[in-house]
């Protein structure tokens, strides 16, 4: 495996599932990735391609969801010159050109009914057939597929047929996701920053400060390892002293007191229309006296307001004081100022 696609992890959940992967590579039968997006479905089907028989043979990917409805069945199996509007030659489709290797079918509950259709022929008998052809064509050609739905669920919705989930399911690799691999998150952060660190000319890698590891174990990764690998660049690229370990990490990078507002849906039919733009006022934090309570201490009144709006808009830019002073509107100094009056630096 080349160095860009090698696996890095030692969670026993990522191990099993590299294991099963290096066993059934051997097989020469049909194989499902299943896993959330970001999990590396896209090395585990290289990993059984590599590690079979077929290794020195084509190893052809094909995205079913980058594909229109109209088209796919003519990428999958070819066609005649004239079968359709601008078929002006015939070509190979991504069966033949797998012929002998493994072809890699991504985003495979995307596929049309139609084209799953003939999908299963072309597993079950080993034939395909160009659009616009009336002979079949013999092909050898081992199938991996992988989709992050859960596929027999889609079988009871009638979005799936069950006789090609029957024939593809011979074996099932599911991916754990990042959450659920303990003890992996610091092992690929360090790895993606090490890398980083390289490519922007520091001399040494300082590591991560204690903050940026607690964020990082707290956080979800719905993107998994592709999510953190954005996060662990960019909060390394952002950081201005590569002397000291990087303990400031950006989640979102959409984040912005200036981000544009999204626009709100369109009602449905019979519904209330939203409010005018100067109808109501943006939320704020509730002042102390809103709910009609006498205030017997002014002073300390505002200066809980005041700790409770920094606190709200630090958590809101992630930590970032500058951020946070230019959504406040404050210059730099008086907002180190009114964190440390307050108590929450960190």
């Known amino acids: 495996m080349e160095r860009e696609t090698q696996f890095i992890g030692q969670s026993m959940a990522f191990q099993d599932a590299v294991e099963r992967a290096s066993q059934a590579a051997t097989l020469d039968r049909p194989v499902l990735v299943i896993g959330e997006r970001g999990t590396g479905k896209e090395l585990i089907a290289e ?3 590599r590690l079979s028989a077929r290794w020195d043979r084509p190893y052809v990917i094909m995205n079913c969801a980058a594909m229109p409805e109209t088209l796919i069945e003519s990428e999958l199996f070819g066609h005649e ?12 489709g991504r069966f033949e050109e797998a012929d002998g290797g493994t072809l890699f079918l991504d985003e495979l509950a995307t596929m049309s009914m139609g084209a799953q259709e003939r999908l299963l022929r072309a597993v079950e008998y080993g034939e395909v057939t160009r659009v616009g052809a009336s002979r079949p064509i013999r092909v050898d050609v081992r199938i991996v597929a992988a989709t992050n739905e859960h596929l027999p669920a889609l079988v009871e919705d009638n979005r799936f047929r069950a006789d090609l989930l029957d ?5 099932v690799i599911t991916l754990p996701p990042l959450r659920a691999r303990e003890g992996d998150i610091e092992v690929l952060a360090t790895y993606f920053g090490q890398r980083m660190a390289a490519v922007l000319g520091w001399e040494e890698w300082p590591g991560f400060g204690p903050r940026a590891l607690a964020a990082m174990e707290g956080h979800d990764w719905p993107g998994n390892v592709r999510e953190l690998r954005n996060v662990i660049e960019r909060g390394i690229y952002r950081w201005a002293d590569p002397a000291k370990p990087v303990d400031a990490l950006s989640f979102d990078p959409f984040a912005s007191p200036w981000q544009p507002k999204a626009r709100p849906a369109a009602p449905a039919s019979g519904s209330t229309p939203p409010a005018a733009p100067g109808d109501a006022a943006p939320a704020q934090p509730e002042a102390p ?9 002014l002073r300390a009144a505002v200066d809980a307001f005041e700790r409770q709006i920094l606190s709200d808009t630090m958590a809101r830019c992630r930590y970032n004081q500058k951020v946070a002073a230019e959504a406040l509107g404050l210059s730099y100094d008086q907002i180190r100022h009114a964190l440390k009056k307050h108590g929450l630096n960190p």
Do not use: N
Request: charged letters at 20%; a positive charge.
């Open 47 to 49: 990993r059984l391609h």
């Open 81 to 92: 010159a004239g079968a359709f509007t601008g078929a002006t030659r015939s070509r190979a």
């Open 167 to 171: 024939r593809l399911s011979f074996e």
């Open 289 to 297: 006296a809103a709910s009609g309570t006498p205030v017997s201490d």
